[in-house]
């Protein structure tokens, strides 16, 4: 099948691309490249823009008439930077999905899978959340994501589109091919942080935020290898129509490993993995954040036939062995 990938050029989003190429699938790419490098396209058709240009995305429809699913990744992401710039966080994540949605269904593309976010929930009493539990986003990016998700369910019951919204926990780790992983230079979430300091890229590694409630203090979060989370992209084009056939036309999905660790547990598994003691200070929360939380999988298990196989571990391995590489991909 060819797949359309807003936001191909990312993290994510190229490593989506590679998998569904393993799985004998054609990504098409449609990306800004605000944020993801060209490199990370290789050699896929490749259609640089922003989502909410309609010209443009028709123009991507009418050279790939044969395309069979929207995989929507296009999005700024950063959380405190969506409290400091909710405008710039609607603008994009927002109307911009909201003229690709339309534009997709005017030209007959029927079939979205959406990347969410697992910030859409509210904390609560218990740390394992379920598709089912209550929505509560702390921030702006969280807020966006919620939006679109309700968006898709009301084309679903008003126009043929069909959608699995898949809620993201924590992605860590790069592609096995060490090809593209994270490539922002100072990244702010945890673990980009963590190996900085690690690798002394910089002094000490700040633990925002010691008084949540967990077991230690610190935050608590799922984190799912990000080829784990590739290849539930995959299953998701590949079973849609079954999904929304036996679930409804616009559904949720939880894409977690069902495991919560802490801050302080990853700081442990770095040193551990890493053979040396990393420098930590301890700071207030940042803006959003919240105590976290772990996905309870069961709904992507029974319906996309998915589980997580990776460890955390592994995401720690391949994430170093990306930053070795990174340089003679990247430059730095």
Not at 156 to 176: E, K
Not at 317 to 332: E, I, M, Q
Request: aromatic share 6%.
């Amino acid at each position: 099948m060819k797949v359309l990938i807003t936001g191909g050029a990312g993290y994510i989003g190229s490593t989506t691309a590679r998998a569904l190429e393993l799985a004998g699938h054609v990504p098409v790419v449609l990306d800004s490249l605000v944020c993801g490098p060209r490199s990370f396209v290789a050699d896929r058709a490749f259609y640089e823009g922003d989502v909410a240009d309609r010209h443009l995305v028709a123009r991507v429809l009418d050279d790939h008439p044969d395309i069979g699913c929207t995989i929507h990744m296009a999005a700024r992401i950063v959380v405190p930077e969506s409290v400091e710039q909710p405008y710039a966080y609607y603008r994009n994540n927002v109307a911009g999905s909201l003229e690709l949605l339309d534009q997709l269904v005017s030209s007959g593309q029927t079939r979205v899978v959406f990347s969410s976010s697992a910030s859409v929930y509210a904390p609560g009493p218990a740390p394992e959340v379920s598709e089912d539990s209550p929505t509560g986003p702390g921030s702006p990016y969280a807020r966006s994501k919620l939006m679109i998700e309700t968006v898709l369910a009301d084309l679903a019951a008003a126009t043929p589109l069909r959608a699995i919204s898949l809620r993201y926990f924590n992605p860590v780790g790069a592609d096995p091919s060490l090809t593209t992983g994270p490539y922002v230079r100072r990244p702010t979430h945890v673990l980009g942080q963590l190996l900085m300091a690690a690798r002394g890229e910089q002094p000490t590694f700040t633990l925002t935020g010691t008084d949540f409630p967990t077991r230690d203090g610190s935050g608590l979060r799922d984190y799912l290898h990000v080829w784990d989370l590739a290849r539930a992209h995959v299953r998701a084009v590949e079973r849609l129509d079954a999904v929304v056939g036996e679930a409804g036309p616009a559904v949720t999905l939880n894409l977690g490993t069902g495991r919560g660790v802490t801050v302080r547990e990853l700081v442990a598994l770095v040193e551990q993995v890493t053979g040396k003691p990393v420098p930590v200070v301890e700071g207030p929360r940042r803006p959003g954040d919240s105590a976290g939380a772990y996905a309870n999988v069961d709904r992507a298990r029974e319906l996309l036939g998915w589980h997580a196989e990776l460890s955390l571990e592994d995401g720690v391995r391949s994430a170093l062995a990306w930053l070795d590489r990174r340089a003679d991909l990247l430059g730095y």
